[in-house]
């Protein structure tokens, strides 16, 4: 174009308000840059994605998907556009805001970790196939990190060596990854995903425990900033390791966890973790046919386990019910369990190796009988005491020389072990008089108390106030940056579409007006961004101003999809009255105000959302 030709399509004049030069492109999409945020100037891919036929309510990815969040890229991989990114940022920050609370520093580790870090610490097999392998043009072998333990833990034993840099407290905020097997859910289960993880470093285990505590009351903390109903659970550590970690959840019925709590005390605890309440001694000797086995096999394919239980059972009302294995008690018992082998009495007949008494104990093949608690003494001592009463196969039932263990209580607790999964309906384990319910929810945050699990094969080691040296006490704080952007548009949506808190709100207010009235939008724009008419500053809020040319109800639904907390309409109240229709969906108000209550008003609703 020459330069005649642009001058011709380009119009150009000063802003009163702030003297930006404003440029006007008189095109298909009009272009109008000066101090304000306008939405002919954001990309706002909002519609052009229909909604269910059905007329039941959008899933909450579709519903992100059609208010112009973000876009699918690949599978389980996502592109946040412009709004998502506002969304993600302001939490961002939220959150930046509750780790200074607690002492804590921000930086940011590479996204990519080597495997021979994660052999030292033993996790580069039981990661498995989740892990985003590649090798360098010199062979070195790399992975694109789900997790960060490793690397941290590493950097500070470079560079603390004294209990008196101690405590410690660093995050970051970046992107993870993991090859999930089937991504799904959107943003809850993907390949790529955005973790914040807070990693402390302590002296004594003492203090360590009591910095886990800080980090408790930060997150609540933050999650009752959000406005969030959320849950704390007790968990399973799993493959982070570690004695003691929560949960910390969203109640909703598309969640993938399931939590169990009591209807009288206030236990919580992820159904990986909670324990039925331990049976009560029992003279009673059932038949063989109440008594279920469930088989499984290890990783290195040579040890059967067969946990034997009772098939099913009665309920604190008297219900009797199914009982399920809960293959995270067996876990603890035997650590190296592959629990995703579908036929494990197949492949311990393929791999099967003679006993062999001048062998070492791993080269044959061995069978574990594991007893729940609620079996009777009687039951465990003789009935199923060997491996030949419960054949696996024909080929080896009648060889007595396969070595076998009897395990009935745990080695660390000498208590005897509950196999089986809490149900919803029995007895609370914490109390006399409650009883179990269900509830299914979606992960926000996790933490984690590792003691040494790293610190230790990694050498992280301090001299101590004895002049001893002793590795590091850590503890590992996760929350799901990316996952928790769903889970808060589910919590605050309605038939309209989304209604987003104003902490995390890409826009906290948009001013909505006919095509005609721009000078008098533009006018209460600046008044809500704290540029009054008598040139105070003021509070700033966050504005966003609709010039697009399109019709006023038009806009309206659109806003109410896109969720602003409060949306001022310049409408036939402006019109006939000079007054400003100012609503906010999710508290339900809808008034009419002059110019001069504007600010305040829209100030004391957002105090409130």
Known sequence: MSQLALRSATRAFRCPACSHSVFSRRSTRNLTIDHRSRISN???????????????????HALLLRTGYLR??????????????RVQDKLERLIDKHMRSIGASRLALSSITTEKLWKKTGRLEKAGAELLRFNDR????????PTHEEEITTLIAGLVGSYKQLPLRVYQIGRKYRDE?????????????????????????????????????AYK???DELKLPYLVAEAESGNMGGSLSHEYLYPSATGEDIIMSCTDCGYTSNSEAALPRAPAPSTYHPDTSEIAVHHSITSDRKTLINTYYFKS????????????????????????????????LELYRQNFTPYNSSSKPESYSQVINLFDAALPHSITESSFSNHTDHAANNTFIADKRIPTTTITTHPSTG???????????????????????????IELGHTFHLGTRYTDPLSAMIFNSEQKRVPMQQGCHGIGVSRMIPAIAEGFRDSKGLCWPRVIAPFEVCVIDHPEGSEDSQTVYDILAGRGLDGAEKEEIDVIYDDREK?????????????????CIMGKSWKQDRKIEIQCRQKGVCVEVELGQLRSTVSAILADV
């Open 42 to 60: 954001f990309f706002i891919p909002s519609g052009g994605i229909a909604q269910n036929k059905d007329g039941q309510p959008d899933e909450i």
């Open 72 to 85: 699918q890229a690949h599978s389980g991989i996502f592109h946040f556009l412009p709004l998502g990114l």
């Open 138 to 145: 010199k062979g070195g072998k790399y992975l694109l990190a």
């Open 181 to 217: 097997r089937r991504p799904r859910a959107g943003l809850l289960r993907g390949r790529e995903f955005t973790m914040k993880d807070l990693y402390t470093f302590d002296s004594t285990e003492a203090a360590a425990l009591e910095t886990y505590k800080n980090v408790q009351v």
């Open 221 to 223: 903390a933050l999650f």
């Open 313 to 344: 059972s009665a309920t604190a009302s008297g219900n009797i019910e199914a009982n399920q294995i809960n293959t995270h008690r067996i876990k603890e018992l035997v650590p190296n369990l592959d629990p995703s082998v579908g036929q494990p």
């Open 415 to 441: 208590e005897r072990t509950i196999l089986t999964r809490a149900r919803s309906g029995d007895h609370c384990p914490r109390c006399t008089d409650g009883s179990l319910k269900s509830t299914t929810a």
């Open 551 to 567: 019709e006023l109800v038009w806009k309206m639904k659109d806003a109410d999809l896109v969720g602003y907390p409060v949306v």
